[in-house]
């Protein structure tokens, strides 16, 4: 049985650092995609990054990169992913969701970032970014 367990959420200032984990268990031995998903009040879930056990490009949302950073960049044998979140904006203000797929590849895939494609999902984590 697939399972993700997100920790790490909080309230910060604007322009501060939080570090957001992922445990993951359950899966087989063939690859598949974990990425990072938020959602605030009244708005749709939107893609923050994803990354393929398989290895190639990692996905950014636009709005994130340079800020934002998936870790391990190589997620193969590692049940563990992390998204260290730096220079915090209060529109960062979400919950943040962690998520699996494992029919397609998302290091080349134009849906990477859509969690319609996403079949596994976490509990989710709060994070608060005031000003």
Do not use: H
Not at 67 to 78: D, E, Q, Y
């Amino acid at each position: 049985q697939v399972q993700l367990v997100e920790s790490g959420g909080g309230s910060v200032q604007a322009g501060e650092s939080l570090r957001l984990s992922c445990v993951a268990s359950g899966f087989g031995t063939g690859d598949f995609c974990v990425g990072w998903f938020r959602q605030a009040p009244e708005k749709e879930r939107e893609g923050v990054t994803a990354i393929y056990t398989g290895g190639g490009n990692t996905y950014y949302a636009s709005s994130v990169k340079g800020r934002f950073t998936v870790s391990p960049g190589n997620a193969k044998n590692t049940d563990t992913l992390y998204l260290q979140m730096n220079s915090l904006k209060t529109d960062d203000t979400a919950a943040y969701y962690c998520a699996a797929a494992d029919r397609f590849d998302c290091s080349t895939s134009f849906y990477a970032g859509d969690p319609d494609e996403y079949n596994y999902w976490g509990q989710g984590t709060q994070v608060t970014v005031s000003s």
